[in-house]
């Protein structure tokens, strides 16, 4: 069964330092998300992503984030400057329809020092 | 702003019985979708459940049930026959009709499934 892949499964990381988050999507998948959940809180959306553009973004996401789909198999969310309160676990999704069910990938846990 | 609430930090079920998870949603859409998604101890994130708003059939999957009232804007699972297995953080989940793709999720609700 296709399944959303995500490296490294955890990241540690220095306060100040750039960090790349990278995801795999189902192949045949159009629509692709990050989101985090920081420890013992709810999963929240950082940013949808289709057809090479950002579709929506939360306030999380601010100039410090980005996203990239550099070939046609990955997605990356990149951090430039973490801070402590980056911490969290980082979850890839795609979906192949936009009202459709979004697969998860296994998440990425960056602890940020 | 859509939200949604869960008001059920923690629950507990024995084995082989059945357990309610409330999920109370707040939006003024007419069209979106529902979600439950279980996150066990390997904190991955996987699909339980998903329901229509524009469908009144409530929907089914296995052992797994929703009870979907769109007047009332709630929307609870039903676990049948709990088993250890199901043991984990569920989330509610809205998706509305923005075109973005954006999931809202709600605190979650810890299930503990007792042998």
């Known amino acids: 069964e296709p399944e959303v892949t995500q490296t490294p499964s955890h990241q540690v990381t220095q306060m100040g330092q750039e960090v790349i988050l990278r995801c795999v999507p189902i192949?045949?998948?159009?629509?692709f998300y990050w989101y985090r959940q920081i420890l013992g809180q709810k999963v929240e959306f950082l940013v949808s992503?289709?057809?090479?553009?950002?579709?929506?973004k939360s306030e999380i996401f601010d100039d410090q984030f980005s996203v990239e789909r550099p070939d046609g198999s990955n997605f990356t969310l990149k951090i430039r400057s973490t801070k402590l309160e980056d911490s969290a676990m980082y979850f890839c999704?795609?979906?192949?329809?936009?009202?459709?069910?979004?697969?998860f990938g296994p998440g990425t846990r960056l602890t940020v020092l | 702003a859509q939200t949604v609430t869960q008001s059920q930090p923690e629950m507990s079920v024995q084995e082989a019985e059945t357990v309610t998870l409330s999920c109370t949603y707040d939006?003024?859409?007419?069209?979106?979708?529902l979600f439950w998604y279980k996150q066990p101890p390997s904190r991955q994130m996987i699909l339980v459940i998903r329901?229509?708003?524009?469908?009144?059939q409530n929907a089914t999957e296995n052992r797994f049930s929703v009870n979907f009232q769109k007047a009332a804007k709630s929307f609870s699972l039903k676990i049948s026959d709990s088993q250890l297995g199901d043991a984990a953080m569920y989330f509610c989940?809205?998706?509305?009709?923005?075109?973005?793709?954006?999931?809202?999720f709600g605190q979650g609700t810890t299930l503990q499934v007792k042998p």
């Open positions: 999704a795609s979906s192949l329809y936009l009202a459709w069910e979004q697969f």
């Open positions: 192949s045949n998948h159009l629509y």
């Open positions: 992503f289709y057809n090479n553009e950002i579709s929506e």
């Open positions: 939006t003024s859409e007419s069209d979106y979708y």
């Open positions: 329901q229509e708003a524009y469908k009144q």
């Open positions: 989940a809205y998706l509305g009709s923005s075109n973005t793709g954006k999931l809202i």
